[in-house]
């Protein structure tokens, strides 16, 4: 027995309905107003129409309104000229028939002057609109109670020019967090290719030596150990993106791993000390952490050719401190010339961004990097 369809019920029409009607703009909510704007201009302007002056004026101060917003977009100073001539029609529309919705027009001028003219342009309408007000109210003998127009003039004004300068700011947060992960993602591209292609060109450079000098063997392992770093920098590459993503190894296991690799890669020493903290650190210091030691090892191996690194994570009272010293260059640093410098720039924007510390610079014979900051995010 076949069963009847089922009708849709009230949950299911309003998944229905989110799917068909278009979403709710600013957009679309500023339309409707001046279009319901307009609709009460016209139909109060002609129940019943006033005299052909009073009429004539008023066309030509809607005709002028909309002229002007449109001159707006490319030429400001002609469309705000339009505008004044569109107050200075209305005005006389108030004074020829006062009981026509003349302050509409007001209203429409001096709500886009505050939407989009500049500061100065937007306050001089503003002060011809609320004096137009005041003006038709005072000599025509109307209720005064109408000057309440010039308190919901100046409202609507600051209305507006708040609106706009809330966008303002929210464009510039929304440039200034563009920039700040722009500048995350370089940081983290430099940290990677730094270290990763710095070890390859060293193993690489010693290659090509080795095969001048005829020991083939030997440059054989150089190469291997070169296209094994490069699946090193590979994965590193992925953890990155990992990073990128919220995923923040853990300190003591990278910097075990980067202290094993300069060894392997260097032939020298690199002592790792990392004390038992309180508590884990937040990701952003454990991030820059991780990075401090890397890119002051990747140093490390381009300015000091030989050198033993001592590494050091220590707790001292409620901060953490991360020492990276290296004994100096036992030899000539062929690769210290390479890289474009941004090392010790891309560490101090880390530890500024996190409210950490750097100090680097020459110690005893070698050079030291010491990155201090507060466990507290």
Request: charged letters at 20%; glycine letters at 12%.
């Given at each position: 027995?076949?069963?009847?369809?089922?009708?849709?019920?009230?949950?299911?029409?309003?998944?229905?309905?989110?799917?068909?009607?278009?979403?709710?703009?600013?957009?679309?909510?500023?339309?409707?107003?001046?279009?319901?704007?307009?609709?009460?201009?016209?139909?109060?302007?002609?129940?019943?129409?006033?005299?052909?002056?009073?009429?004539?004026?008023?066309?030509?101060?809607?005709?002028?309104?909309?002229?002007?917003?449109?001159?707006?977009?490319?030429?400001?100073?002609?469309?705000?000229?339009?505008?004044?001539?569109a107050?200075?029609?209305?005005?006389?529309?108030?004074?020829?028939?006062?009981?026509?919705?003349?302050?509409?027009?007001?209203?429409?001028?001096?709500?886009?002057?505050?939407?989009?003219?500049?500061?100065?342009?937007?306050?001089?309408?503003?002060?011809?609109?609320?004096?137009?007000?005041?003006?038709?109210?005072?000599?025509?003998?109307?209720?005064?109670?109408?000057?309440?127009?010039?308190?919901?003039?100046?409202?609507?004004?600051?209305?507006?020019?708040?609106?706009?300068?809330?966008?303002?700011?929210?464009?510039?947060?929304r440039?200034?967090?563009l920039?700040?992960?722009?500048?995350?993602?370089?940081?983290?591209?430099?940290?990677?290719?730094?270290?990763?292609?710095?070890?390859?060109?060293?193993?690489?450079?010693?290659?090509?030596?080795?095969?001048?000098?005829?020991?083939?063997?030997?440059?054989?392992?150089?190469?291997?150990?070169?296209?094994t770093?490069?699946?090193?920098?590979?994965?590193?590459?992925?953890?990155?993106?990992?990073?990128?993503?919220?995923?923040?190894?853990?300190?003591?296991?990278?910097?075990?791993?980067l202290?094993?690799?300069?060894?392997?890669?260097?032939?020298?020493?690199?002592?790792?000390?990392?004390?038992?903290?309180?508590?884990?650190?937040?990701?952003?210091?454990?991030?820059?952490?991780?990075?401090?030691?890397?890119?002051?090892?990747?140093?490390?191996?381009k300015h000091?050719?030989?050198?033993?690194?001592?590494?050091?994570?220590?707790?001292?009272?409620?901060?953490?401190?991360?020492?990276?010293t290296?004994?100096?260059?036992?030899?000539?640093?062929?690769?210290?010339a390479?890289?474009?410098?941004?090392?010790?720039?891309?560490?101090?924007?880390?530890?500024?961004?996190?409210?950490?510390?750097?100090?680097?610079?020459?110690?005893g014979?070698?050079?030291?990097?010491?990155?201090?900051?507060?466990?507290?995010?």
């Open positions: 027995m076949r069963s009847l369809p089922r009708r849709p019920g009230w949950l299911q029409w309003a998944g229905m309905a989110s799917r068909t009607l278009p979403t709710l703009t600013n957009t679309h909510v500023r339309v409707a107003v001046q279009v319901a704007l307009l609709v009460w201009f016209v139909h109060g302007l002609l129940t019943p129409p006033p005299g052909a002056a009073a009429l004539a004026c008023a066309l030509a101060g809607l005709g002028a309104t909309l002229l002007g917003v449109t001159l707006l977009d490319g030429r400001p100073r002609t469309g705000a000229g339009v505008l004044g001539a107050l200075a029609a209305a005005c006389a529309t108030g004074l020829l028939a006062p009981t026509t919705p003349w302050v509409v027009l007001v209203f429409a001028v001096c709500g886009f002057a505050a939407a989009r003219l500049g500061a100065l342009a937007a306050g001089l309408l503003l002060g011809a609109g609320a004096a137009a007000v005041a003006a038709v109210t005072l000599l025509r003998d109307r209720d005064p109670v109408e000057l309440w127009n010039v308190v919901g003039l100046c409202g609507l004004f600051a209305y507006v020019r708040a609106g706009r300068s809330r966008r303002a700011a929210a464009e510039s947060e440039q200034r967090a920039l700040a992960e722009r500048a995350h993602v370089a940081r983290e591209v430099h940290d990677i290719l730094a270290h990763s292609l710095s070890a390859q060109l060293i193993h690489l450079e010693s290659a090509r030596l080795t095969l001048a000098a005829g020991r083939y063997e030997e440059a054989g392992v150089l190469v291997e150990r070169a296209r770093l490069a699946k090193g920098g590979l994965e590193e590459t992925r953890r990155a993106v990992a990073v990128l993503r919220g995923d923040v190894p853990a300190p003591a296991e990278a910097l075990d791993a202290a094993e690799e300069y060894r392997r890669t260097t032939g020298a020493a690199c002592a790792l000390t990392v004390d038992a903290g309180p508590r884990p650190l937040p990701p952003d210091a454990a991030l820059a952490v991780i990075r401090t030691a890397q890119e002051a090892l990747t140093n490390a191996r000091a050719a030989g050198a033993d690194v001592e590494i050091t994570l220590s707790w001292p009272g409620d901060r953490y401190a991360l020492c990276v290296d004994s100096g260059g036992t030899g000539p640093a062929p690769h210290a390479t890289g474009g410098g941004y090392g010790l720039v891309g560490m101090a924007e880390r530890a500024e961004l996190i409210g950490a510390r750097l100090d680097a610079g020459p110690h014979t070698g050079f030291r990097v010491l990155l201090e900051g507060p466990l507290a995010p």
